[in-house]
């Protein structure tokens, strides 16, 4: 994964990130990912899940950061609830709440996500568009 910075001066970070797509039972880890499970049905699906949060900076890496404190990576838990919607072109759409479980930044982040399945055997692509509140 290549991030580049949201702060000005600070350098892309890189960052190696496992493509690996397991599921058994309520578990599942879909890339850097973990979840489990406790609402699915047809076309409702809540989980709650941690993931790290890889945005992090020094503040001598760039003037522009000067009086701000260094942040570091965490680690962010939350609850995700999504449901599919077939009368809406098999499209997809959920709110993520994550909160920063090692305060390090202490905070949260609200995520609104519609996505739509196309299945171009034996490919598939998944478009999608979203709003995040941090």
Not at 21 to 28: A, D, E, N, Q
Not at 53 to 78: A, C, N, P, V
Not at 109 to 116: A, D, M, S
């Amino acid at each position: 994964m290549i991030s580049d910075s949201v702060y000005k001066g600070v350098d892309r970070d890189v960052w190696p990130v496992p493509v690996v797509f397991v599921r058994k039972g309520r578990i599942s880890i879909k890339g850097v990912k973990a979840e489990y499970v406790f609402l699915e049905d047809k076309s409702h699906e809540a989980n709650f899940f941690i993931m790290p949060r890889f945005m992090g900076y020094d503040s001598k890496d760039s003037s522009d950061l000067e009086g701000m404190k260094d942040r570091k990576w965490s680690l962010d838990g939350g609850v995700e609830y999504s449901v599919t919607m077939p009368y809406f072109y098999d499209s997809k759409a959920s709110i993520s709440i994550a909160q920063d479980l090692l305060s390090e930044s202490s905070g949260q982040e609200v995520k609104l996500q519609l996505k739509r399945m196309f299945d171009l055997r034996p490919f598939f692509i998944r478009p999608g568009v979203g709003a995040v509140k941090k």
